[in-house]
């Protein structure tokens, strides 16, 4: 630490920082605009600007640019000065001059960091009256909506979108004072973040299309601190909601996950809690067609289903821990389903096991930025985890960052370490069938089907551990490729092996962790990320159940006469006449979800589930870090949280107890909040004692009160009801949350991290009030931390764990056969997930379905695959170079004929009219 003065005053900080940040962590107000706590300093909008003093005699000191500055020990500062406000109120007159004063229409008014800068810069009047420079706008896509004149050139949405993000499809064009921020021509923005520049951006020149298409002001909107449902990254959100419908998602800081950065998919996918599926009231089918009833009839329906025999139940890897646990306390251990195949299931139970057992570290998003070896084996992480990948990208700065130390650089100083680090090659090694977005900054990029890419792991490893198991039949290049890969990663201090299920591979998995555990002997950082599928598939790993196959069993023998289905859509998981035979083996079908699935119409009894956004819950990430969402909405009567509607169907069982059709459990009936679900599910499955920690219960109060939902701002309730009645009505209110609903109640910076709704402080009013909110810029916040993990790095405990009893079966190599092919399933960031596709944005990004194989297969406009249970399928054909032969790759779920897992077929031109195949 060191000292510096500040207008007199007496202030510590780090000593790797700049002044603009000494400054901002002293809780002095200093306007900027191009500095940015993830994209270092450029030093281009002049707007920090500070008087220095070299020492008490000095009374002139000179004018510097903080963010350009090196905070120093015994350093004079003078924010003060007069002259130094002088000059800030110039810069920011001179910036103002183009741009069109148009708050009272801009969707940034309210929140809009130029206007905080304005402010605080003291610029109030309007001097220049002469003809403004005018740009024409881009379509830039569903995403994002352009308006170039309100821009002030502080260039940090093309640092973040080429340097940081990796896209190389917007650009700053132009010369002089007349600069173009854009793309060459018309088009969407390619890349898997361009949704950030929502927030990066400091004016409204990049801001939220689907938001702008309903007119709402940002003070009227009602926040709550939620988890991306997307993914299981777990990254942190914020939900903002009007009239109870959600508006928009914003990216909520968390030091160890997400940070300042959200993907498109997890910000813009959200539009399915809004969509024309949504199911708002209770079914039953009758005369085979679903009929609306009042949830008393759905209740005494129900009683009279469970007459008919046991009670099963399947619930998802999309449902929060509080569901899944209600379901299971409701038909017991022995008839509750993970609602996952076998292969599925086995794959994240030996994730869990494996993070579980390793020995070194399980790294945080934030922690992988600093790895300095990267082995991405079998996983395209760009579209299964894309924040993960992202943190990847990051890491592979590791190298330009220590050639910048040895050049005394610091590294917050960006333009100067990228120009250092230019050439210097990144430690990144990706082992996959497929291309990826990272190909472009790895030092190797080997292209491998899943076993022969997890036959390079086990050789891998074995190079690191001479007592691992050896791979028979390796090519020579392969053995080369592996002795390499070895090499970097055993000289690292901190190497990252990835990989995951994308393929459904335990090979692929038990190799990166077996790599990850030879590297542990060098170093007790050598970390292990396994990317799961789902949002709570880490939390279904970690609880158990029977397979989908066992249930299907049971269903075949007679032994169920009721099957609850809780948000599952069984269509992505099991073949259509597996489908048929469950429907026709169960007498009664009772789902519980928000969106209408292809079951629905099938089913004897729908009852409408809340979403992530009007419900409280926990899921558990990839990492194992237990996270709760909160409401921001309240939807209508009868829609309520899945284990509430699991509770009723408790209690409308029969009273006598024991019988196959009421095996429910006795807590089940007495819950009362969503707290006391918590409680039981750490007494019954002690994995999951800690969840409780995972934020502040329901009875937490600040200052004696609730916490607000809304800012202060706030219209008020009858201006938002207006359109209904100005009749004041009391704001609704949820037994299960901490929050009020209305901009009544407490709020403060060092409010517990989990529950912070928005960020807003004093002159800060957009997401800029970040800093306020921080221990340091860039480090955790002043409540504390949001989630807690159930397992994490490395320990004393972690280091003495012995070795896996028997050894992987390593499989045989690969061989092309004349007449098919192996079929991969294809991720997708839009198009492959399954909530999201019905956001409309989303929806427009989703490519059509096709059919990629290698450069070497004849080109056929079109051509048609033969799935197993599906029958043939036909699709336009592309090359893609660099696919293996004997590949080829579909995207799963957005075809008739959908698959999990990668298969043998048939594959076969399409015959030409009057021709058969």
């Not at 082992?431 to 891998?460: C, E, H, Q, Y």
């Not at 408790?650 to 819950?671: C, F």
Request: charged letters at 20%; aromatic letters at 6%.
């Amino acid at each position: 630490m060191i000292t510096f003065q500040l207008d007199g005053q007496s202030c510590s900080t780090r000593a790797d920082i700049n002044l603009l940040q000494a400054c901002l962590e002293a809780g002095a107000n200093l306007p900027y605009f191009c500095w940015h706590p993830e994209l270092g300093s450029v030093g281009a909008c002049r707007q920090c600007a500070v008087k220095q003093f070299s020492g008490p005699e000095d009374k002139t000191g000179r004018i510097v640019m903080a963010c350009m500055t090196p905070a120093t020990e015994g350093a004079l500062i003078s924010i003060d000065d007069a002259e130094a406000k002088e000059f800030r109120e110039g810069v920011i007159e001179w910036m103002m001059v183009n741009h069109p004063h148009d708050c009272p229409v801009c969707p940034e008014g309210g929140e809009c960091h130029l206007q905080d800068m304005t402010v605080m810069a003291g610029h109030n009047t309007r001097r220049y009256r002469f003809t403004k420079r005018t740009h024409r706008n881009q379509d830039l896509g569903p995403f994002i909506k352009h308006e170039m004149n309100r821009c002030i050139a502080c260039y940090r949405c093309v640092r973040f979108y080429r340097d940081y993000a990796g896209g190389d499809d917007l650009a700053v064009l132009g010369a002089h004072d007349n600069v173009y921020f854009g793309r060459a021509e018309d088009g969407t923005l390619e890349n898997a973040f361009s949704g950030n520049l929502v927030e990066l951006c400091p004016t409204g020149v990049f801001t939220d299309k689907p938001f702008s298409e309903t007119y709402t002001r940002k003070w009227d909107l009602r926040g709550a601190p939620s988890v991306c449902v997307h993914c299981a990254v777990g990254c942190n959100t914020f939900v903002n909601a009007r009239e109870e419908k959600v508006r928009r998602l914003l990216n909520r800081y968390n030091d160890e996950v997400n940070r300042y950065v959200l993907c498109d998919r997890g910000r813009f996918g959200h539009g399915f809690v809004n969509a024309a599926s949504r199911l708002n009231t209770p079914l039953c089918l009758s005369d085979e067609q679903p009929t609306p009833v009042p949830t008393q009839a759905a209740m005494a329906q129900f009683a009279r289903m469970a007459a008919s025999g046991p009670i099963a139940g399947i619930t998802s890897s999309r449902a929060s821990l509080e569901t899944c646990f209600s379901l299971r306390s409701l038909v017991g251990p022995d008839l509750f389903s993970t609602g996952q195949t076998q292969q599925e299931q086995t794959c994240t139970e030996l994730a869990y096991a494996l993070l579980r057992d390793h020995p070194g570290a399980i790294p945080t998003l934030h922690e992988m930025e600093s790895a300095d070896a990267v082995l991405i084996l079998g996983e395209d992480a760009s579209t299964t985890a894309p924040r993960l990948a992202l943190a990847v990208r990051q890491s592979g700065r590791q190298n330009a960052f220590l050639a910048a130390d040895a050049a005394k650089v610091p590294r917050w100083m960006d333009a100067a370490v990228r120009t250092i680090g230019s050439e210097t090659l990144s430690s990144l090694f990706i082992v996959s069938p497929a291309p990826t977005d990272l190909d472009g900054i790895a030092r190797d990029a080997i292209r491998a089907v899943p076993d022969n890419a997890a036959r390079l792991g086990f050789a891998i490893w074995h190079e690191l551990d001479p007592t691992a198991p050896t791979v028979p039949d390796l090519k020579e290049t392969e053995a080369e490729q592996a002795n390499r890969i070895a090499t970097v990663l055993a000289a690292a201090k901190k190497p990252l092996v990835v990989s995951g299920m994308q393929y459904g591979s335990i090979a692929l998995m038990q190799a990166a962790a077996g790599i990850a555990r030879a590297l542990t002997r060098n170093t007790s950082e050598a970390g292990l990320s396994l990317v799961l599928p789902d949002c709570n598939s880490m939390g279904l790993a970690m609880m158990g159940g029977a397979p989908l196959e066992t249930i299907m069993a049971r269903a075949k023998a007679g032994a169920i006469g009721t099957l609850i289905i809780i948000e599952n859509d069984l269509t992505r998981r099991l073949d259509p006449p597996e489908i048929v035979d469950l429907l026709e083996a169960v007498p009664n079908i009772v789902l519980i979800d928000h969106t209408a699935t292809p079951l629905w119409q099938n089913a004897n009894l729908v009852l409408p589930a809340a979403t992530f956004s009007e419900d409280t819950g926990t899921l558990i990430s990839q990492e194992g870090r237990a996270q709760r969402f909160f409401p921001a909405v309240f939807p209508p009567a009868p829609i309520q949280a899945s284990w509430r509607w699991v509770q009723d169907l408790a209690r409308a069982l029969p009273s006598k107890q024991g019988t196959p059709a009421s095996p429910a459990s006795t807590n089940l009936s007495e819950w009362k909040n969503l707290d006391e679900v918590i409680a039981d599910l750490g007494k019954e499955l002690p994995v999951f004692a800690k969840i409780i920690n995972a934020a502040p219960d329901a009875s937490y109060r600040l200052n004696g009160q609730k916490l607000r939902s809304q800012t202060y701002r706030a219209s008020g309730r009858t201006v938002i009801r207006s359109y209904i009645s100005v009749r004041d009505q009391p704001p609704p209110t949820n037994p299960d949350t901490p929050f009020s609903s209305s901009m009544e109640g407490a709020y403060r910076t060092d409010m517990p991290a989990a529950l912070v709704p928005h960020l807003h402080a004093p002159a800060w009013n957009s997401v800029q009030a970040l800093n306020r909110f921080q221990q340091g810029i860039g480090g955790p916040l002043r409540g504390g931390e949001a989630g807690i993990r159930l397992f994490s790095s490395a320990t004393a405990e972690g280091k003495d764990r012995v070795q896996p009893s028997s050894a992987p079966d390593i499989p045989p190599p690969f061989i092309p056969q004349p007449d098919t092919v192996l079929l991969l399933p294809e991720a997708r960031l839009f198009g492959g997930e399954e909530l999201s596709m019905f956001s409309p944005p989303v929806a427009a990004r989703a490519p059509p379905p096709d059919l990629r194989l290698p450069t070497s297969a004849a080109l056929q406009p079109r051509m048609t695959l033969h799935l197993k249970g599906y029958g043939p399928e036909t699709l336009p054909m592309r090359h893609l170079a660099g696919l293996p032969d004997g590949v080829a790759l579909c995207p799963p779920h957005m075809v008739a004929g959908a698959f999990r897992f990668p298969q043998i077929v048939r594959l076969t031109p399409d015959p030409a009219e009057g021709e058969e195949t």
